[in-house]
């Protein structure tokens, strides 16, 4: 199972100069899953050719994933033993990242978006619970840009006989309708909270942090999600 992971920062450092490219239409659906904290829905929200580019430019690039701790120190652990990867930009890279800023609006700055990250789940591997923001001040400084405002996850590959690999939000309300159950595993432990099935080409899109007075933000600690892949087929690429 491989998944893109796209950030938006909250302050956004001195600006970059970007060439951007001639990105073609691109049109996909929206659905509301939460509007507290908000969380949207999003079925193909990137393309089969690029699924089919994500995966060409990543191969053999990964390595163990790793996390920050309190002073932003990169450290492998057992809590995260997936693999992962920057995208170095090209063409097709900046067109999903364009489409990535234009869904939250015009006012948000490119030079907010963190490199799109690869991340890729094998047999055995997971995530435990974490949140995309950071919550220690050392790394929230106007120096790294600030915290985490938005988060976006994309499906890039899942094989079609895949058990498990569902991205868990125990914190998040499950939705009653049974349509939901196309995109959500409706069968999960009541534990679980809000189970998102691994459906290729497929996003979901969270506000991180909220508003606690003007211009100043705050974690929201129902944001927490984990990846369990203890059933997952291994991938194959």
Not at 14 to 39: D, G, M, R
Not at 49 to 69: M, N, P, R, W, Y
């Amino acid at each position: 199972m491989l998944i893109a992971s796209l950030t938006i920062l909250a302050l956004a450092p001195a600006t970059i100069a970007h060439s951007f490219p001639n990105c073609s239409p691109h049109n996909y659906t929206t659905h509301i899953l939460s509007i507290s904290p908000l969380v949207i829905y999003i079925p193909s929200f990137i393309t089969p050719v690029e699924s089919a580019h994500l995966q060409a430019i990543s191969k053999g690039k990964f390595s163990s994933s790793q996390i920050a701790d309190d002073s932003g120190q990169q450290l492998l652990t057992n809590t995260r033993t997936s693999q992962s990867t920057s995208l170095e930009s090209d063409d097709i890279v900046r067109c999903i990242e364009q489409r990535a800023l234009d869904f939250q609006g015009f006012d948000t700055k490119r030079e907010s978006l963190e490199p799109l990250q690869l991340v890729q789940y094998a047999q055995n591997q997971e995530y435990h619970a974490h949140t995309d923001w950071f919550t220690s001040p050392a790394q929230t400084t106007s120096e790294f840009g600030g915290n985490r405002l938005s988060s976006f996850f994309v499906y890039v590959y899942a094989s079609s006989d895949i058990m498990g690999g569902g991205t868990q939000f125990p914190l998040l309300d499950v939705p009653q309708n049974e349509r939901w159950c196309d995109w959500l595993n409706c069968d999960a432990e009541l534990e679980d909270g809000v189970v998102f099935r691994p459906v290729q080409g497929n996003a979901v899109f969270w506000r991180n942090l909220v508003e606690v007075t003007k211009g100043t933000y705050a974690g929201d600690r129902r944001t927490r999600k984990r990846v369990p892949c203890t059933n997952c087929m291994r991938d194959i690429h």
